[in-house]
């Protein structure tokens, strides 16, 4: 298995346009988490799913982000309007059998708003 | 109080010696896990366990639930092993995971 994918794995764009990451979790897995990393607040979870379906978004940081998962095999988190605040890195994580098990990351999305 | 802590924050060993990364925490835990972050920003799992010990390689976890600590040990360290260890750990059945700090680990050779 080629693990989790995300893509771009590097993105710059100006402060108010639309940024959108993409994942494709390890087939099979059931769960599929959104993280962001920043030097000053570490790792944070943003949302995951179960089944394609978000079970929890309470870590989103504002209505300017939103995350979807049309499929078991493709999930994107969007940014719209980009700030400059929201420079971080973004991973996604998928799970085989729950959401406390052993999660497996992507690369991350370098993502710099300028 | 951070509900994980990592110790130390940061580690500069010589090749060849025997690392200890240590991780306490102060909530009930279903699960913790060790991942390794490379300077390029990769995060790897390592190990998930809930008891005992594991082993895989040069790597060995450990666990004392009645303590609530964790040790991650690395024998015959090289320079590759230089990363970020992350500790993090399942509340009880909660899909949420705390994360520690983070040690940063540099081998020189």
């Given at each position: 298995?080629?693990?989790?994918?995300?893509?771009?794995?590097?993105?710059?764009?100006?402060?108010?346009?639309?940024?959108?990451?993409?994942?494709?979790?390890?087939?099979?897995?059931?769960?599929?988490?959104?993280?962001r990393?920043?030097?000053?607040?570490?790792?944070?979870?943003?949302?995951?799913?179960?089944?394609?379906?978000?079970?929890?978004?309470?870590?989103?940081?504002?209505d300017?982000?939103?995350?979807?998962?049309?499929?078991?095999?493709?999930?994107?988190?969007?940014?719209?309007?980009?700030?400059p605040?929201?420079?971080?890195?973004?991973?996604?994580?998928?799970?085989?059998?729950?959401?406390?098990?052993?999660?497996?990351?992507?690369?991350?999305?370098?993502?710099?708003v300028? | 109080?951070?509900?994980?802590?990592?110790?130390?924050?940061?580690?500069?060993?010589?090749?060849?010696e025997?690392?200890?990364?240590?991780?306490?925490?102060?909530?009930?835990?279903?699960?913790?896990?060790?991942?390794?972050?490379?300077?390029?920003?990769?995060?790897?799992?390592?190990?998930?366990?809930?008891?005992?010990k594991?082993?895989h390689g040069?790597?060995?976890?450990?666990?004392?639930?009645?303590?609530k600590?964790?040790?991650?040990?690395?024998?015959?360290?090289?320079?590759?092993?230089?990363?970020?260890?992350?500790?993090?750990?399942?509340?009880?059945?909660?899909?949420?995971?705390?994360?520690?700090?983070?040690?940063?680990?540099?081998?020189?050779?």
């Amino acid at each position: 298995d080629a693990g989790v994918i995300q893509s771009p794995r590097h993105e710059v764009t100006e402060m108010g346009q639309e940024v959108t990451l993409r994942c494709k979790p390890i087939s099979g897995h059931d769960y599929l988490f959104w993280y962001r990393q920043t030097m000053m607040r570490g790792l944070e979870l943003l949302i995951y799913f179960n089944n394609n379906v978000p079970i929890d978004d309470s870590g989103m940081p504002e209505d300017r982000f939103s995350a979807k998962m049309p499929n078991a095999s493709f999930s994107t988190l969007k940014i719209q309007p980009s700030e400059p605040r929201d420079s971080a890195v973004y991973f996604c994580a998928s799970s085989l059998l729950a959401a406390w098990g052993e999660q497996y990351f992507g690369p991350g999305t370098r993502l710099t708003v300028t | 109080k951070n509900e994980v802590e990592q110790s130390p924050q940061n580690l500069t060993a010589q090749e060849g010696e025997f690392i200890t990364i240590n991780c306490s925490y102060s909530v009930g835990i279903s699960a913790l896990h060790w991942l390794q972050q490379h300077p390029g920003g990769g995060i790897v799992s390592l190990f998930m366990l809930s008891s005992g010990k594991k082993k895989h390689g040069r790597l060995i976890a450990t666990i004392n639930i009645q303590e609530k600590h964790s040790s991650l040990h690395i024998t015959a360290s090289h320079p590759r092993d230089s990363a970020v260890y992350i500790c993090a750990v399942n509340v009880d059945s909660n899909y949420q995971l705390i994360w520690g700090a983070g040690t940063k680990l540099i081998i020189k050779p």
